[in-house]
T-cell receptor, first 114, second 114 residues
């Protein structure tokens, strides 16, 4: 029940296209859903995040769509650029006895072809 | 510069040896975390600490130990009991208040076995 399932494992998109990464979860106690971006040899950096009482959040070219009833959320990258090539992780946060714990998806390696 | 510093960047362990990975933060965060990252498996929680002198096991604590003697520091020891230590290790920190619980990551330590 603590798992977050992420797909696809890898994704290739042409420059200017839309990149879409999907995640699904089971635990309805999750209360915060961040997306992290990681470049090779670096630590993950927070990209965008959403709370379950919101269906969509947009920041620049990045949008999270959240479907609470389906327990699914997705990241959309509009006008994808070669600099967006990285590994993306979705995550879900639980609050157990005051401990804020993140459960991560398996990651998606995104390649944007010029 | 505020942030999380992990050292060393690369570390090699000999058979039967304990090694310690350093993590220091100057973000004044109460909570700190250690994750292990393996290809295709996302990030898995090893240990976390919400306050000085207290820490909790994560999902894969066997073969690891930690200490939290200072708010700024959360070193991780990979013991000889960890039979498959080769991985990328990431340290993170966050505030504990719900509004400040974004986890920020260091640049990681890559551990290999000689």
């Amino acid at each position: 029940q603590q798992q977050v399932k992420q797909s696809p494992q890898s994704l290739i998109v042409q420059k200017g296209g839309i990149s879409i990464i999907n995640c699904a979860y089971e635990n309805t106690a999750f209360d915060y859903f961040p997306w992290y971006q990681q470049f090779p040899g670096k630590g993950p950096a927070l990209l965008i995040a959403i709370r379950p009482d919101v269906s969509e959040k947009k920041e620049g070219r990045f949008t999270i769509s959240f479907n609470k009833s389906a327990k699914q959320f997705s990241l959309h990258i509009m006008d994808s650029q070669p600099g967006d090539s990285a590994t993306y992780f979705c995550a879900a946060k639980s609050n157990i006895q005051g401990a804020q714990k993140l459960v991560f998806g398996q990651g998606t390696r995104l390649t944007i072809n010029p | 510069d505020g942030g999380i510093t992990q050292s060393p960047k690369y570390l090699f362990r000999k058979e039967g040896q304990n090694v310690t990975l350093s993590c220091e933060q100057n973000l004044n965060h109460d909570a700190m975390y250690w994750y292990r990252q393996d290809p295709g498996q996302g990030l898995r929680l090893i240990y976390y600490s919400q306050i000085v002198n207290d820490f909790q096991k994560g999902d894969i604590a066997e073969g690891y130990s930690v200490s939290r003697e200072k708010k700024e520091s959360f070193p991780l020891t990979v013991t000889s009991a960890q039979k498959n230590p080769t991985a990328f290790y990431l340290c993170a920190s966050s505030g504990v208040a719900v509004a400040k619980n974004i986890q920020y990551f260091g640049a990681g330590t890559r551990l290999s076995v000689l």
